[in-house]
Structure formats: C-alpha cells, structure tokens
C-alpha cells in the first residue's frame, strides 16, 4: 500500500502505551488540518483533527515534537477484520488506522532553544544576555551583533 502525506499542526499527543503479549508501544496523537470547502451554497474554511496511531520507534520521534509545531507525517492506511464468539454467536470486530511511518518537524516550526527567561550568569551590568545557540534556525540570515548594538537602550 502507498504511504500518504499529509501537514499539520500537532493539537495533542498521548503518553506511551505498552499493549499486547510483545510489548509493543503505541501513542496516538491528532493533527489540526485546515481544509477548504466548496458548495452550491457558499465556501469556508475547516478544521479536520484526524487521530494518528504511531507504534513503536516511531513513538520516540513524538518526544521532540510540541503541541502547536507543524509537521508532515508519512502513514499508511491499516485495517482488518477479526472475528470471535459471544454468548455463541460469531461477531465481527473490524478496525482502521492511519499509521505513521514518519513524523518530520517543518522548517517554520516553533524555534527551540531560545530561552525565554534568564540563564546562567548575567554581564558585567547586570543584565542577561540571551543569544540563539543556532541562528540558522531563524529561518533568515541573523547577523552577529557589533558592540556597539550591545549598548542600545531598548
């Protein structure tokens, strides 16, 4: 079966979950996808929140993703029927998951590492001074800052 893509904004994720005799782990977790409409009617805009099953490996690519980040995950459409008795009579259980195959980060995603509070020592003034560790990952060209830039008053 292919694998389909689709892009997204994590809306939540779940703790790992060990299921079964093997003690696979599973998490689940949903995307916020925005989808245009067209009717007879009129147009709009909504939301789909489709509910992801990630299993195993794949639970730890979750771990440096954030809800609000946007991501593309790579899934596989999973189903299959199973069948068992009840009271003597046969049911029918049947199932359908989107299954992820890879989980990717978007380049305009949220930046980490940017601290958002003070850390470690301050200067000499006592102020903190707060550098990106990776300006790259801005998404632009951050030029370093001259001495002279240090000492503007906002």
Do not use: H
């Not at 996808?33 to 009129?42: F, N, P, Y």
């Not at 980040?69 to 029927?81: H, P, Q, R, T």
């Not at 850390?119 to 001259?146: A, C, H, I, N, R």
């Amino acid at each position: 079966m292919n694998e389909l893509k689709q892009k997204g904004t994590l809306l939540d994720k779940t703790e790992v979950k060990v299921v079964g005799d093997k003690g696979s782990k599973k998490r689940t977790f949903r995307l916020a996808i925005k989808e245009e409409w067209t009717s007879s009617t009129g147009s709009g805009e909504r939301i789909e929140t489709p509910e992801f099953v990630a299993w195993n490996e794949r639970c730890d690519q979750l771990d440096a993703i954030r809800v609000g980040d946007e991501v593309e995950v790579e899934f596989k459409l999973s189903g299959s029927d199973r069948t068992y008795r009840k009271d003597g009579v046969e049911k029918m259980w049947r199932t359908t998951e989107l299954k992820t195959q890879n989980i990717t980060l978007m380049a305009n995603a949220a930046v980490p590492n940017i601290p958002t509070k003070p850390q470690g020592q301050p200067d000499k003034d006592g102020k903190y001074v707060f550098t990106p560790s990776d300006t790259s990952l801005l998404g632009e060209d951050v030029p370093p800052m001259d001495d002279d830039d240090q000492n503007l008053p906002f």
